[in-house]
Nanobody, 123 residues
């Protein structure tokens, strides 16, 4: 059974950092494109970042470019999202997802999803 489990969310103040983890089981992340998405209340889900399979390129939404970094640890079969300089508008439920298609920033290609982790940025 293919499964993704996110962790690392929480309540932080503006300017703080968080690192989200996406642990995979039942498959090897190195052979999948892995994406991070977020959905804020009343808004549509949006792609935040993704990493192509086999240590390929990384991509970021303009809203997080320069602040967020996606990385993969094949030994731990885990993908991370390091989030720095957090802003209140980053508040959302963050999801990771996996796709066998090496197409990165399109949510429709992802067919394995985690349950999400809440990130709240507030003073």
């Amino acid at each position: 059974q293919l499964q993704l489990v996110e962790s690392g969310g929480g309540l932080v103040q503006p300017g703080a950092s968080l690192r989200l983890s996406c642990a995979a089981s039942g498959f090897t992340v190195n052979y999948y494109a892995i994406g991070w998405f977020r959905q804020a209340p009343g808004k549509e889900r949006e792609v935040v970042s993704c990493i192509m399979s086999r240590g390929g390129s990384t991509k970021y939404a303009d809203s997080v470019k320069g602040r967020f970094t996606i990385s993969a640890d094949s030994a731990k079969n885990t993908v991370y999202l390091q989030m720095n300089s957090l802003k209140p508008e980053d508040t959302a439920v963050y999801y990771c997802a996996a796709s066998q298609l090496n197409i990165c920033m399109l949510s429709a290609v992802y067919n394995v999803w985690g349950q999400g982790t809440q990130v709240t940025v507030s003073s």
